[in-house]
């Protein structure tokens, strides 16, 4: 069964610092993986996405992800965090199982990254 | 250009009761997708239309829900009688017909269901 695992329910970083959130991903065929954000009483935001090609993508806001194919990861990054950066972090991967333009999305429990000033 | 509303924001009732969510996706949009988030868990896929056709609808949790998307355009999800395990958020999504990255989906904000 394909699914997406984030295995921490909550980072926290002091601003400046570098931060990670994890993610994990079980899925047939190749892989199309992607961030959201979820600001408080927002919807959810489109951050990144892996298609192909170069295993480093940027998105916005300064993020970046690296898709490591042998572990099956896609760890979201930053240099430097900002406390605007407190939020909630989804990682999702496309449902392999159709194609065209059918857009499903297979998405984690999600991560509440919080950034100490 | 105006992103994916939905209505309402937050919906309080009671068990037994009936609620209708609706999403009104991107103006030409063919594509329009509901997932739902339980507390603290991961979100959920529960279906998918193309323009007026449901796709998929494989994610609906059993006949007490039902979406419809009239002439394909809005859509509204009712939950007939509502019971206390399908408090969550609901969200609404949608994307273009086989154009522009895959997978990249426009979200609403959800509308929020707390069943007493």
């Known amino acids: 069964a394909q699914s997406v695992a984030q295995p921490e329910d909550q980072v926290n970083v002091a601003e400046g610092n570098p931060l990670t959130v994890k993610c994990t991903y079980s899925v047939s065929g190749n892989p199309y993986l992607f961030w959201y954000v979820q600001y408080p009483n927002r919807g959810l935001q489109f951050l990144l996405k892996?298609?192909?090609?170069?295993?480093l993508v940027k998105g916005s806001y300064g993020f970046e992800a690296e898709f490591n194919k042998s572990q099956t990861s896609f760890h979201l990054k930053k240099p430097s965090a900002l406390v605007s950066d407190s939020a909630l972090y989804f990682c999702?991967?496309?449902?392999?199982?159709?194609?065209?333009?059918?857009?499903?999305?297979?998405f984690g429990a999600g991560t509440r990254l919080a950034v100490h000033p | 250009e105006a992103g994916v509303t939905q209505f309402p924001s937050h919906s309080v009732i009671e068990k037994g009761q009936t609620v209708t969510l609706r999403c009104d996706p991107i103006s030409g949009h063919d594509n329009l997708y509901w997932y739902r988030r339980v507390m603290g868990k991961e979100i959920k896929f529960l279906l998918h239309f193309v323009k007026e056709s449901k796709q998929d609808e494989s994610g609906m949790p059993n006949n007490r829900f039902l979406a419809e998307r009239t002439g394909g355009t809005y859509s509204t999800l009712k939950v007939q009688p509502a019971e206390l395990e399908d408090s969550g958020v609901y969200f609404c999504?949608?994307?273009?017909?086989?154009?522009?990255?895959?997978?990249?989906?426009?979200f609403g904000e959800g509308s929020r269901l707390t069943v007493l």
């Open positions: 892996y298609i192909t090609g170069d295993n």
């Open positions: 999504a949608s994307s273009s017909l086989g154009q522009g990255p895959p997978g990249e989906l426009f």
């Open positions: 999702a991967v496309r449902d392999t199982t159709r194609t065209g333009g059918y857009n499903k999305l297979i």
